[in-house]
């Protein structure tokens, strides 16, 4: 069990439900650090209005906050069993770095920042740009996701989702969301479909030929048994024009 930051350094594993590191074999791992040790709060509410979620935060947890309907949106995204929506943590569904991880598409729908412990210090950034790839992150050795903060701003914005999936419980093929500020920004997130997040973002509501121009500016669309490129795309122009026309 982790008892202080110092527990960071000694290189291993680290688990937060364990969910998905139990769930197929781990060769070469001897050791795992349980974050749980810490004892960090699954919920903070800030004086500013942000809502700073632990990356222990289980997802069940998370999906009971009345913040954002995105919550319990993303957090069913997971299709996951009761069992596994109680144990499994919103951080590790992040720092797993799958494309279908839902807690990935809320965090970068809502402009999360995400905060990054290592033995000795802290570093910030932009939930949309920790997850660099198909289990690829931002995260160095020695480090690992501490907390992920959502502004007040975006808690409080206009908010749009749209999934699909080739099954009825099948994992996602494409997941768009879609934001409007009271300031008119719109911002659209592509996740899902695509081995790291896309955030198109714009001054305003923009036109369908605009939103569909930066949407097929995305050229590199995931291929797997849940879905071929062309479909994913499609989908996603599909559901970002729906989005613009649900939003303004």
């Known amino acids: 069990m982790a008892t202080t930051r110092s527990d960071l350094a000694l290189g291993a594993r680290v688990i937060g439900g364990g969910t998905w590191l139990f769930s197929e074999p781990q060769p070469g791992v001897t050791e795992v650090l349980d974050l749980?040790?810490?004892?960090?709060?699954?919920v903070v509410r800030h004086d500013d209005g942000s809502l700073e979620i632990a990356a222990t935060c289980t997802i069940a947890t998370l999906r009971a906050l009345p913040d954002s309907p995105l919550f319990p949106l993303c957090a069913d995204s997971l299709l996951a069993?009761?069992?596994?929506?109680?144990?499994?943590?919103?951080?590790?569904?992040?720092?797993?770095?799958?494309?279908?991880g839902p807690m990935t598409s809320l965090a970068v729908a809502l402009d999360a920042e995400?905060?990054?412990?290592?033995?000795?210090?802290?570093?910030?950034m932009p939930a949309?740009?920790?997850?660099?790839?198909?289990?690829?992150?931002?995260?160095?050795p020695g480090e690992v996701l501490r907390s992920i903060i959502f502004p007040e701003h975006s808690l409080s914005?206009?908010?749009?989702?749209?999934?699909?999936?080739?099954?009825?419980l099948g994992r996602t093929g494409t997941l768009v969301t879609a934001r409007r500020e009271t300031s008119g920004?719109?911002?659209?997130?592509?996740?899902?479909?695509?081995?790291?997040?896309?955030?198109?973002?714009?001054?305003?509501?923009?036109?369908?030929?605009?939103?569909?121009d930066a949407v097929d500016g995305?050229?590199?669309w995931y291929d797997d048994a849940h879905g071929a490129p062309d479909w994913r795309?499609?989908?996603?122009?599909r559901f970002a024009e729906e989005l613009r026309e649900e939003l303004s």
């Open 114 to 124: 995400v905060v990054i412990w290592s033995a000795d210090g802290e570093r910030r």
């Open 157 to 168: 914005s206009r908010q749009g989702f749209r999934r699909i999936a080739l099954s009825p």
């Open 185 to 212: 920004e719109t911002v659209f997130g592509v996740t899902g479909g695509t081995p790291r997040p896309y955030v198109l973002r714009f001054a305003s509501s923009p036109d369908s030929r605009t939103l569909a």
């Open 81 to 100: 069993s009761w069992k596994i929506q109680h144990i499994a943590t919103v951080g590790g569904n992040i720092a797993t770095a799958l494309p279908a």
């Open 36 to 42: 749980l040790g810490f004892g960090w709060d699954p």
């Open 233 to 237: 795309r499609a989908m996603s122009l």
């Open 218 to 220: 995305i050229d590199d």
């Open 128 to 140: 949309s740009e920790f997850v660099l790839g198909v289990q690829h992150t931002a995260l160095v």
